[in-house]
C-alpha cells in the first residue's frame, strides 16, 4: 500500500470511529465497504462469444494457468470467475432452494479441490441437486492481483441456450468485455447482432480474433470484420490473437514470438483501459462515501455545537427544532412520494417490457408465416429454423437492453423525488448485476419431410383413376355404347393426375399449417420463458432501487433525528458541560468540513485534514486525492 492509499485508509479509519461514537454504525458499515473497496477494486472482465470460438484457451494463455476447460466440444457449461488467491482453491455457488425473507434468491457456496475444475460441473454431484449458479476459482497470478477478475461464460448459442439471458446481465455490470470469434470465416449475422447488444449494454469492449495460427487468410477474414463493423456502425476493430502461440512464447521465454500472438494488445488494454478505470470509479465512490458520511456527521456535531455555544438562545433553540422537525415531515412525505414513482414506475416499465417483446415476436412470425405461404416448408424447414432461432434471439436481447436501459432512467425519476440536498448516486452496479438464466426451451419441432415413394404415388394415381376408368368403361358398357379401352384407360390416367396433384396440394397446405404451428408454439414458449425471467428481473430492479433509496432516507431521517436530540441534549446540559462539550466539538467539526469540502474536489481548510483527534498527524489533501486513483496493486 502506497504513502497516499494509506493516508485515505487513515481518515477512513477516522470517520469509522466518529460514525461509532455517534452512535451511526450504518454510517460506518458503509465506511468499512469502501475500506474494502480500495484493498480490492475487482475490475471484472467478461470474455463472451459463440460455442467453439476458443474462449476457455484464451484465459488460460492470457493468465499463465489451466483455469478453463478445454476441448472440441462445448466445455464451458458454467459461469466461472477468476480471481487472484495465494493459493489455488475453487468452491461452487449453488442456489438454495427457499428464497431469504424479501424473496432474494439465497446461495451457499461448496469447497471443491482445484483438480475438480477440470470436469464439467454444471450438474455436479456436490452440489445435491442444486441449480449450480457459477464457479468461483482463486489462483496466483500477478495479473489477477492487480485487481483484475476475469469471467469465463459458455458459448452464446440462439435463445435455446439458457445462459443467454444470464450472459447479457454479466456484461450489463462488467467493467469491459472481450468478445472471442475465430478467423476461420467473417462475422454471421449472430455474431454481429451479439456484438451490437453486447457493445450497447458496456462500451468497454475489445474484439479479438482467435486461432489465427490455423487460418493462413485470417488476414483477410479480419478485414472483412472490420467492414462489417464499420457498416454496421460499430467503432471496433478485431484484434488477431493465437492462444497456441502464447503458449509457446511463455513456454521457451520468448518475446518475438509473444509479440506475434497478439496477447501484449490485450494486456494493453486491461492496464490501461479496464484496469485503471476501474480504479477511477473506485475513487470516485470512495470519495462520494466519504464525503456523504463526513456531511452527515457534521450535520449532527454542527447542531450540537451551536447549542452549546449559546446556551441562553433558548427561542434560536426551539426555532431549529422545529425547523428539524418540518424537514423529517418534509423528508418523511418525499418518502412515500418516491415510493409511489417506484411502484408505478415498475408498473409501466413490466408493462412496456412486455408490449414491446411481443411486437417484435409478433411482427417476426407475420414475416415467417409469409415465407411459408410463398413456398414448400420441407425445402427450407432448416434454414428457416436456424433464422428464426437467431432472430428472436436478437429480439430476446434487444428487449433485454430496452429493460436495462429504461431501469436507470426509473432509478433517475426516483431519485428527483428526493430533496436536492440528498446524495443522489445511483446503483448502477447492483441494476447491471439483474438477470438470470432462462429456463431451457423446446427445440423448434420437425416436420414430416420424407416425400412419396414411388409406391405411394402409384396408390395415388390408382385411386384417382379407378372411378375415371370405370365411369368411362362399365357405364358406356352397361348402356351397350361401344367405347375403347384405350378411351377408358386415357381418361383413368387424366383423373389420376389430377387426383395426384390435389393430393400434392392438400399436403403442402397440410405441411404449411403445420409448420405455422410449430412456429408459434416455439415463439410462444420462448415468450412464456423470457417473461417469466423478465417479471423476476423487474422484481429484483424494484428490489434494488427500493433497498437503495430507502437507505439514504434513512441514513438522512436519521441524521436529522440525530440532530434533534443533539439539541436537546445540549440545552439540557450544565455550562461547564457545554464549554468543554463545545471544544470537543469545535475540532471535529473543522475536521469533517474539512474532510467534505476536499472529497467533493475543494481545498480543505490549509489544505491539511486532520487524521487524529488531537490534530496531530495531517493528511494533505491533494494527495490524498489522488490516492485511490494511483492504487491498483
Not at 89 to 100: F, H, M, S, T
Not at 212 to 238: F, N, S
Not at 468 to 496: D, E, K, N, Q, R
Request: proline fraction near 4%; hydrophobic fraction near 40%.
Amino acid at each position: 500500500m502506497d504513502e497516499n492509499t494509506a493516508k485515505v485508509c487513515q481518515i477512513l479509519g477516522r470517520l469509522v470511529d466518529m460514525a461509532h461514537d455517534a452512535g451511526r454504525d450504518d454510517l460506518a458499515r458503509r465506511l468499512r465497504g469502501s475500506r474494502a473497496r480500495i484493498d480490492d477494486p475487482a475490475a471484472r472482465v467478461v470474455v463472451v462469444g459463440q460455442l467453439k470460438q476458443g474462449k476457455s484457451h484464451l484465459i488460460n494463455a492470457l493468465l499463465n494457468v489451466p483455469v478453463a476447460r478445454v476441448g472440441d466440444g462445448e466445455t464451458t457449461s458454467t459461469i466461472t470467475v477468476v480471481g487472484h488467491s495465494e493459493q489455488p482453491r475453487a468452491r461452487l455457488i449453488v442456489e438454495e432452494p427457499q428464497p431469504d425473507d424479501s424473496g432474494r434468491v439465497r446461495e451457499r457456496s461448496i469447497e471443491l479441490p482445484i483438480d475438480a475444475v477440470s470436469r464439467d460441473l454444471s450438474h455436479a454431484p456436490e452440489a445435491g441437486g442444486a441449480r449450480v449458479v457459477r464457479l468461483e476459482i482463486g489462483v496466483p497470478s500477478p495479473l489477477l492481483a492487480r485487481g483484475l477478475v476475469v469471467v469465463d461464460t459458455p458459448g452464446t448459442g440462439g435463445v435455446g441456450n439458457p445462459h443467454a439471458s444470464g450472459t447479457l446481465g454479466l456484461l450489463a455490470s462488467s467493467d469491459a468485455i472481450v468478445i472471442a470469434s475465430d478467423v476461420s470465416q467473417e462475422y454471421t449475422a449472430p455474431e454481429m447482432s451479439f456484438i451490437r447488444q453486447a457493445n450497447e449494454l458496456c462500451g468497454n469492449a475489445l474484439v479479438v480474433g482467435t486461432k489465427t495460427d490455423l487460418y493462413p487468410m485470417w488476414r483477410e477474414v479480419v478485414d472483412a470484420d472490420i467492414a462489417h463493423l464499420r457498416k454496421q456502425g460499430t467503432d471496433l476493430t478485431p484484434l488477431p490473437v493465437s492462444s497456441v502461440l502464447r503458449d509457446h512464447a511463455i513456454r521457451l521465454n520468448d518475446t518475438e514470438l509473444n509479440d506475434e500472438s497478439g496477447f501484449p494488445a490485450i494486456l494493453e488494454f486491461l492496464h490501461t483501459k479496464v484496469i485503471a478505470q476501474a480504479t477511477a470509479r473506485m475513487q470516485k465512490l470512495v470519495m462520494a462515501e466519504i464525503g456523504s458520511s463526513a456531511e452527515h456527521l457534521a450535520l449532527v456535531t454542527r447542531a450540537e455545537l451551536e447549542a452549546a455555544r449559546d446556551p441562553a438562545a433558548r427561542e434560536a433553540i426551539i426555532a431549529e427544532l422545529d425547523r428539524a422537525r418540518v424537514e423529517a415531515k418534509e423528508l418523511s412525505a418525499r418518502s412515500a412520494l418516491w415510493q409511489q414513482v417506484l411502484n408505478d414506475g415498475v408498473a409501466d416499465l413490466s408493462a412496456d417490457a412486455d408490449h414491446d417483446l411481443r411486437m417484435r415476436t409478433r411482427t417476426m412470425l407475420k414475416k415467417y408465416e409469409a415465407r411459408i405461404d410463398s413456398g414448400d416448408p420441407a425445402q427450407m424447414w432448416d434454414e428457416l429454423g436456424e433464422e428464426l432461432k437467431n432472430e428472436i434471439a436478437e429480439s430476446v436481447g434487444d428487449n433485454f437492453i430496452v429493460t436495462h436501459e429504461r431501469s436507470f432512467e426509473l432509478a433517475r425519476r426516483v431519485a428527483e423525488s428526493f430533496s436536492d440536498a440528498v446524495d443522489m448516486e445511483l446503483p448502477e452496479r447492483a441494476l447491471g448485476s439483474v438477470g438470470g438464466e432462462l429456463g431451457p426451451v423446446s427445440d423448434l419441432v420437425g416436420l414430416d419431410l420424407e416425400p412419396l415413394g414411388f409406391g405411394e404415388k402409384m396408390l395415388v394415381g390408382m385411386r384417382g383413376s379407378y372411378g375415371g376408368i370405370m365411369m368411362f368403361a362399365m357405364l358406356p358398357a352397361m348402356l351397350g355404347l361401344p367405347i375403347p379401352v384405350t378411351f377408358s384407360l386415357a381418361a383413368g390416367m387424366l383423373l389420376g393426375r389430377k387426383s395426384y396433384k390435389e393430393d400434392a396440394e392438400n399436403r403442402l397446405l397440410r405441411r404449411r399449417a403445420e409448420a405455422k404451428v410449430a412456429i408459434r408454439t416455439f415463439v410462444d414458449d420462448v415468450l412464456f420463458e423470457v417473461g417469466r425471467e423478465s417479471r423476476t428481473r423487474l422484481r429484483e430492479i424494484q428490489r434494488v432501487l427500493r433497498d437503495h433509496f430507502r437507505g439514504i432516507a434513512e441514513q438522512t431521517t436519521r441524521s436529522l433525528t440525530e440532530s434533534l436530540k443533539a439539541i436537546e441534549a445540549a440545552a439540557k446540559s450544565e455550562v461547564s458541560q457545554q464549554e468543554k462539550r463545545a471544544k470537543e466539538l469545535e475540532s471535529r467539526l473543522k475536521f469533517l468540513t474539512d474532510v467534505a469540502s476536499w472529497a467533493s474536489g475543494g481545498k480543505a481548510g490549509g489544505d491539511k485534514v486532520s487524521g487524529d483527534k488531537a490534530g496531530g498527524d495531517k493528511v494533505s489533501g491533494d494527495k490524498a486525492r489522488g490516492a485511490a486513483h494511483e492504487h491498483v496493486a
